[in-house]
Protein backbone atom coordinates (compact mmCIF):
# COMPACT_ATOMS: atom_id res chain seq x y z
CA UNK A 1 0.00 0.00 0.00
CA UNK A 2 1.44 3.22 -1.07
CA UNK A 3 1.06 6.17 1.24
CA UNK A 4 0.36 9.52 -0.87
CA UNK A 5 3.13 11.85 0.84
CA UNK A 6 0.99 15.61 -0.12
CA UNK A 7 3.62 17.41 1.96
CA UNK A 8 6.82 15.63 0.06
CA UNK A 9 4.96 16.97 -3.55
CA UNK A 10 3.98 20.32 -1.65
CA UNK A 11 7.60 20.76 -0.81
CA UNK A 12 9.07 19.95 -4.12
CA UNK A 13 6.48 22.84 -5.78
CA UNK A 14 7.10 25.03 -3.18
CA UNK A 15 11.10 25.00 -3.76
CA UNK A 16 10.12 25.48 -7.61
CA UNK A 17 7.69 28.42 -7.28
CA UNK A 18 10.43 30.08 -4.82
CA UNK A 19 13.19 29.94 -7.57
CA UNK A 20 10.65 30.90 -9.81
CA UNK A 21 10.01 34.12 -7.67
CA UNK A 22 13.08 34.87 -7.12
CA UNK A 23 13.99 34.59 -11.02
CA UNK A 24 11.06 37.02 -11.75
CA UNK A 25 12.62 39.22 -9.22
CA UNK A 26 16.09 39.35 -10.52
CA UNK A 27 15.28 39.66 -14.28
CA UNK A 28 12.19 41.36 -14.46
CA UNK A 29 12.18 43.61 -10.88
CA UNK A 30 8.66 42.04 -9.95
CA UNK A 31 7.96 40.71 -6.41
CA UNK A 32 4.53 38.39 -6.54
CA UNK A 33 2.39 39.74 -4.16
CA UNK A 34 -0.98 38.00 -2.10
CA UNK A 35 -3.28 40.07 -0.07
CA UNK A 36 -5.05 38.24 2.69
CA UNK A 37 -8.34 39.78 3.89
CA UNK A 38 -9.41 38.42 7.06
CA UNK A 39 -12.52 39.55 9.17
CA UNK A 40 -13.09 38.87 12.77
CA UNK A 41 -10.80 36.88 14.79
CA UNK A 42 -11.75 33.28 14.32
CA UNK A 43 -9.22 31.22 15.32
CA UNK A 44 -9.26 28.36 12.76
CA UNK A 45 -9.50 31.06 9.88
CA UNK A 46 -6.42 33.24 12.14
CA UNK A 47 -4.30 30.09 11.74
CA UNK A 48 -5.32 29.31 7.76
CA UNK A 49 -4.33 33.28 7.07
CA UNK A 50 -1.07 32.92 9.20
CA UNK A 51 -0.23 29.80 7.17
CA UNK A 52 -0.76 31.22 4.07
CA UNK A 53 1.32 34.14 5.08
CA UNK A 54 4.16 32.13 6.45
CA UNK A 55 4.23 29.95 2.61
CA UNK A 56 4.17 33.19 0.82
CA UNK A 57 6.90 34.76 2.93
CA UNK A 58 8.85 31.42 2.45
CA UNK A 59 8.51 31.74 -1.54
CA UNK A 60 9.94 34.92 -1.45
CA UNK A 61 6.34 37.06 -1.82
CA UNK A 62 4.63 39.42 -0.77
CA UNK A 63 2.04 39.34 1.60
CA UNK A 64 -0.46 41.74 2.40
CA UNK A 65 -2.59 41.45 5.95
CA UNK A 66 -5.93 43.47 5.86
CA UNK A 67 -7.68 42.59 9.11
CA UNK A 68 -11.00 43.75 9.59
CA UNK A 69 -13.09 43.94 13.00
CA UNK A 70 -16.03 41.21 13.06
CA UNK A 71 -18.35 44.54 12.95
CA UNK A 72 -17.11 45.74 9.55
CA UNK A 73 -19.65 46.87 7.28
CA UNK A 74 -19.99 44.96 3.72
CA UNK A 75 -19.83 48.20 2.17
CA UNK A 76 -16.33 49.29 3.83
CA UNK A 77 -15.32 45.58 2.58
CA UNK A 78 -16.02 45.69 -0.34
CA UNK A 79 -14.59 49.01 -1.34
CA UNK A 80 -11.33 47.27 0.76
CA UNK A 81 -11.55 44.69 -2.06
CA UNK A 82 -11.74 47.38 -4.65
CA UNK A 83 -8.64 49.32 -3.42
CA UNK A 84 -6.50 45.75 -3.78
CA UNK A 85 -8.02 44.98 -7.39
CA UNK A 86 -6.73 48.04 -8.16
CA UNK A 87 -3.30 48.33 -6.36
CA UNK A 88 -0.66 46.99 -8.89
CA UNK A 89 1.55 45.58 -6.42
CA UNK A 90 -1.07 42.94 -5.64
CA UNK A 91 -1.32 39.75 -8.00
CA UNK A 92 -3.30 37.76 -5.72
CA UNK A 93 -6.81 38.64 -3.59
CA UNK A 94 -8.01 36.18 -1.03
CA UNK A 95 -11.02 37.05 1.69
CA UNK A 96 -10.69 34.17 4.14
CA UNK A 97 -13.92 32.47 4.32
CA UNK A 98 -16.39 32.11 6.49
CA UNK A 99 -17.02 35.42 7.05
CA UNK A 100 -19.12 36.91 9.92
CA UNK A 101 -22.93 36.33 9.62
CA UNK A 102 -24.81 39.36 8.31
CA UNK A 103 -22.34 39.83 5.58
CA UNK A 104 -23.28 38.56 2.03
CA UNK A 105 -20.37 35.77 1.33
CA UNK A 106 -21.57 36.03 -2.56
CA UNK A 107 -21.35 39.81 -3.07
CA UNK A 108 -17.76 39.89 -1.33
CA UNK A 109 -16.73 37.47 -3.62
CA UNK A 110 -17.90 38.48 -6.59
CA UNK A 111 -15.76 41.93 -5.55
CA UNK A 112 -12.61 40.31 -6.10
CA UNK A 113 -11.59 40.75 -9.17
CA UNK A 114 -11.49 37.75 -11.59
CA UNK A 115 -7.86 38.32 -12.97
CA UNK A 116 -6.69 38.64 -8.92
CA UNK A 117 -9.26 35.63 -7.70
CA UNK A 118 -6.37 33.34 -6.85
CA UNK A 119 -8.66 31.09 -4.81
CA UNK A 120 -10.75 30.26 -8.22
CA UNK A 121 -14.07 31.25 -6.56
CA UNK A 122 -15.71 33.88 -8.88
CA UNK A 123 -18.37 33.20 -10.76
CA UNK A 124 -15.84 34.21 -13.85
CA UNK A 125 -13.33 31.84 -13.38
CA UNK A 126 -15.60 28.84 -12.05
CA UNK A 127 -17.35 29.73 -15.72
CA UNK A 128 -13.79 29.56 -17.29
CA UNK A 129 -13.01 26.04 -15.70
CA UNK A 130 -16.37 24.90 -16.83
CA UNK A 131 -15.60 25.39 -20.78
CA UNK A 132 -12.22 24.57 -20.20
CA UNK A 133 -10.41 28.34 -20.92
CA UNK A 134 -7.09 28.89 -19.11
CA UNK A 135 -8.32 30.08 -15.36
CA UNK A 136 -7.54 30.20 -11.78
CA UNK A 137 -8.48 27.19 -11.01
CA UNK A 138 -9.56 26.28 -7.71
CA UNK A 139 -6.63 25.48 -4.99
CA UNK A 140 -7.90 22.23 -3.18
CA UNK A 141 -9.09 20.78 -6.63
CA UNK A 142 -6.12 21.75 -8.54
CA UNK A 143 -3.89 19.86 -5.61
CA UNK A 144 -5.66 16.61 -5.83
CA UNK A 145 -5.31 16.19 -9.73
CA UNK A 146 -1.52 17.15 -9.40
CA UNK A 147 -1.54 14.71 -6.43
CA UNK A 148 -3.18 12.09 -8.26
CA UNK A 149 -0.82 13.12 -11.06
CA UNK A 150 2.52 12.81 -8.71
CA UNK A 151 1.04 8.93 -7.12
CA UNK A 152 1.46 8.10 -10.93
CA UNK A 153 -1.98 7.02 -11.38
CA UNK A 154 -3.44 7.55 -14.77
CA UNK A 155 -7.24 8.06 -14.92
CA UNK A 156 -7.65 7.98 -18.26
CA UNK A 157 -11.16 6.17 -18.49
CA UNK A 158 -11.15 5.13 -14.94
CA UNK A 159 -14.15 5.23 -12.64
CA UNK A 160 -13.71 8.26 -10.24
CA UNK A 161 -16.68 8.77 -7.30
CA UNK A 162 -16.60 12.14 -5.67
CA UNK A 163 -18.27 11.95 -2.26
CA UNK A 164 -19.49 15.32 -1.59
CA UNK A 165 -20.62 18.49 -4.13
CA UNK A 166 -18.92 22.03 -2.59
CA UNK A 167 -18.41 24.35 -4.55
CA UNK A 168 -15.18 24.90 -3.34
CA UNK A 169 -14.09 21.08 -3.40
CA UNK A 170 -16.17 17.92 -4.63
CA UNK A 171 -17.93 20.40 -7.65
CA UNK A 172 -14.87 21.58 -8.90
CA UNK A 173 -13.26 18.57 -8.97
CA UNK A 174 -15.40 16.53 -10.57
CA UNK A 175 -15.37 18.93 -13.52
CA UNK A 176 -11.86 18.91 -13.76
CA UNK A 177 -11.24 14.73 -12.92
CA UNK A 178 -13.62 14.78 -16.48
CA UNK A 179 -11.71 17.31 -18.81
CA UNK A 180 -9.87 16.26 -21.66
CA UNK A 181 -6.65 15.40 -20.60
CA UNK A 182 -7.06 13.57 -17.18
CA UNK A 183 -10.26 12.28 -18.90
CA UNK A 184 -12.14 9.89 -15.79
CA UNK A 185 -15.35 8.96 -15.66
CA UNK A 186 -16.78 10.58 -12.36
CA UNK A 187 -19.86 9.99 -10.49
CA UNK A 188 -20.44 12.43 -7.56
CA UNK A 189 -22.28 11.39 -4.74
CA UNK A 190 -23.88 14.03 -2.07
CA UNK A 191 -26.21 13.00 0.91
CA UNK A 192 -29.29 12.26 -1.74
CA UNK A 193 -27.37 9.42 -2.93
CA UNK A 194 -28.97 6.66 -2.13
CA UNK A 195 -26.23 4.14 -2.09
CA UNK A 196 -22.66 5.25 -1.75
CA UNK A 197 -20.89 1.94 -1.61
CA UNK A 198 -22.94 0.82 -4.70
CA UNK A 199 -20.83 3.45 -6.69
CA UNK A 200 -17.41 3.47 -5.09
CA UNK A 201 -17.34 -0.51 -5.00
CA UNK A 202 -17.22 0.09 -8.48
CA UNK A 203 -14.40 2.68 -8.04
CA UNK A 204 -10.78 3.12 -9.41
CA UNK A 205 -10.53 5.86 -7.12
CA UNK A 206 -12.79 7.63 -4.28
CA UNK A 207 -12.31 11.28 -3.19
CA UNK A 208 -13.71 11.67 -0.15
CA UNK A 209 -14.73 15.41 0.80
CA UNK A 210 -17.95 15.23 3.53
CA UNK A 211 -16.47 17.07 6.13
CA UNK A 212 -17.19 13.59 8.25
CA UNK A 213 -15.12 11.04 9.89
CA UNK A 214 -15.46 7.50 8.92
CA UNK A 215 -17.93 8.58 5.51
CA UNK A 216 -15.66 5.86 3.24
CA UNK A 217 -14.49 2.78 5.03
CA UNK A 218 -13.05 -0.42 4.00
CA UNK A 219 -15.82 -2.37 3.10
CA UNK A 220 -17.37 0.01 0.69
CA UNK A 221 -13.98 -0.09 -1.63
CA UNK A 222 -12.80 -2.68 -4.55
CA UNK A 223 -9.69 -4.05 -4.01
CA UNK A 224 -6.84 -1.96 -5.45
CA UNK A 225 -8.74 0.95 -5.25
CA UNK A 226 -7.00 4.57 -4.69
CA UNK A 227 -8.65 6.75 -2.11
CA UNK A 228 -7.98 10.62 -1.81
CA UNK A 229 -9.02 11.79 1.69
CA UNK A 230 -10.00 15.56 1.84
CA UNK A 231 -11.50 15.83 4.96
CA UNK A 232 -9.94 17.74 8.03
CA UNK A 233 -11.91 16.93 11.20
CA UNK A 234 -11.19 17.40 14.94
CA UNK A 235 -11.73 14.70 17.40
CA UNK A 236 -10.81 14.59 21.04
CA UNK A 237 -8.24 12.36 22.13
CA UNK A 238 -6.99 12.71 25.72
CA UNK A 239 -3.37 11.25 24.49
CA UNK A 240 -2.50 14.87 22.53
CA UNK A 241 -1.44 18.20 24.45
CA UNK A 242 -3.96 19.77 22.48
CA UNK A 243 -6.18 17.71 23.66
CA UNK A 244 -7.86 16.65 20.17
CA UNK A 245 -6.17 15.29 16.83
CA UNK A 246 -6.87 15.44 12.98
CA UNK A 247 -8.38 12.70 11.46
CA UNK A 248 -9.81 12.73 7.63
CA UNK A 249 -13.19 11.62 6.14
CA UNK A 250 -11.86 8.00 5.55
CA UNK A 251 -11.52 5.60 8.29
CA UNK A 252 -7.72 5.38 7.63
CA UNK A 253 -7.43 2.10 9.29
CA UNK A 254 -9.96 -0.05 7.31
CA UNK A 255 -9.31 1.91 4.05
CA UNK A 256 -5.70 1.04 3.85
CA UNK A 257 -6.03 -2.93 3.93
CA UNK A 258 -7.82 -2.61 0.93
CA UNK A 259 -6.41 0.54 -0.87
CA UNK A 260 -3.41 0.31 -3.25
CA UNK A 261 -2.52 4.02 -2.05
CA UNK A 262 -3.89 6.48 0.03
CA UNK A 263 -3.50 10.10 1.53
CA UNK A 264 -2.83 10.56 5.25
CA UNK A 265 -4.36 13.16 7.28
CA UNK A 266 -2.65 15.11 7.80
CA UNK A 267 0.15 15.68 5.34
CA UNK A 268 -1.82 14.63 2.21
CA UNK A 269 -4.42 16.92 0.54
CA UNK A 270 -3.84 19.78 3.00
CA UNK A 271 -0.36 20.86 1.85
CA UNK A 272 -1.29 20.74 -1.86
CA UNK A 273 -3.95 23.66 -0.89
CA UNK A 274 -1.53 26.66 -0.21
CA UNK A 275 0.97 25.56 -2.60
CA UNK A 276 -1.49 25.84 -5.64
CA UNK A 277 -2.37 29.11 -4.32
CA UNK A 278 1.56 30.24 -4.27
CA UNK A 279 1.09 28.73 -7.87
CA UNK A 280 -1.77 30.73 -8.85
CA UNK A 281 -0.44 33.87 -7.07
CA UNK A 282 3.32 33.61 -9.52
CA UNK A 283 0.96 33.20 -12.73
CA UNK A 284 -0.96 36.21 -11.73
CA UNK A 285 2.12 38.03 -10.92
CA UNK A 286 3.92 36.33 -14.43
CA UNK A 287 1.28 38.37 -16.34
CA UNK A 288 2.24 41.81 -14.40
CA UNK A 289 6.01 40.88 -16.09
CA UNK A 290 4.84 40.40 -19.42
P1 LIG B 1 -19.18 20.99 2.83
O1 LIG B 1 -19.37 22.31 2.17
O2 LIG B 1 -19.74 20.75 4.17
O3 LIG B 1 -19.72 19.87 1.84
C1 LIG B 1 -19.78 18.53 2.21
C2 LIG B 1 -20.40 17.74 1.10
O4 LIG B 1 -20.38 16.38 1.45
C3 LIG B 1 -21.86 18.11 0.80
O5 LIG B 1 -22.03 18.18 -0.59
C4 LIG B 1 -22.65 16.95 1.42
O6 LIG B 1 -23.81 16.64 0.68
C5 LIG B 1 -21.67 15.80 1.28
N1 LIG B 1 -21.83 14.77 2.29
C6 LIG B 1 -21.75 14.91 3.64
N2 LIG B 1 -21.93 13.71 4.25
C7 LIG B 1 -22.12 12.81 3.26
C8 LIG B 1 -22.37 11.41 3.25
N3 LIG B 1 -22.43 10.71 4.38
N4 LIG B 1 -22.54 10.81 2.05
C9 LIG B 1 -22.48 11.50 0.91
N5 LIG B 1 -22.24 12.84 0.85
C10 LIG B 1 -22.06 13.48 2.02
O7 LIG B 1 -17.63 20.64 2.97
P2 LIG B 1 -16.34 21.08 2.08
O8 LIG B 1 -16.08 22.51 2.28
O9 LIG B 1 -16.44 20.51 0.71
O10 LIG B 1 -15.22 20.28 2.89
C11 LIG B 1 -15.23 18.88 3.00
C12 LIG B 1 -14.12 18.44 3.91
O11 LIG B 1 -12.89 18.79 3.31
C13 LIG B 1 -14.11 19.12 5.28
O12 LIG B 1 -13.63 18.21 6.25
C14 LIG B 1 -13.13 20.27 5.12
O13 LIG B 1 -12.53 20.64 6.34
C15 LIG B 1 -12.14 19.62 4.18
N6 LIG B 1 -11.38 20.57 3.36
C16 LIG B 1 -10.05 20.40 3.30
C17 LIG B 1 -9.28 21.22 2.51
C18 LIG B 1 -7.82 21.01 2.46
O14 LIG B 1 -7.10 21.86 1.99
N7 LIG B 1 -7.33 19.86 2.89
C19 LIG B 1 -9.87 22.24 1.78
C20 LIG B 1 -11.26 22.37 1.83
C21 LIG B 1 -12.01 21.52 2.62
P3 LIG B 1 -25.06 17.65 0.51
O15 LIG B 1 -24.65 18.65 -0.53
O16 LIG B 1 -26.16 16.77 0.02
O17 LIG B 1 -25.28 18.24 1.86
Known amino acids: MQLIDGK ?18 AERGVVPGLAVVLVGEDPASVSYVTAKERACAEAGMRSVEVRLPESVAEDKLVAEIARLNADPEVDGVLVQLPLPKGIDTKRVIEAISPEKDVDGFTPVNIGRMMIGDKCFLPCTPHGIVKLIEFAGMDLKGRHVVVIGRSNIVGRPLSVLLSMKGVDATVTLCHTATRDVAAFTRTADAVVVAAGRPGTLTGDMLRKGAVVIDVGVNRVRDATSARGYRLVGDADFESCSRVASAITPVPGGVGPMTITMLLWNTLASARRRAK
Open 8 to 25: ALAKRMREEIAADVAALR
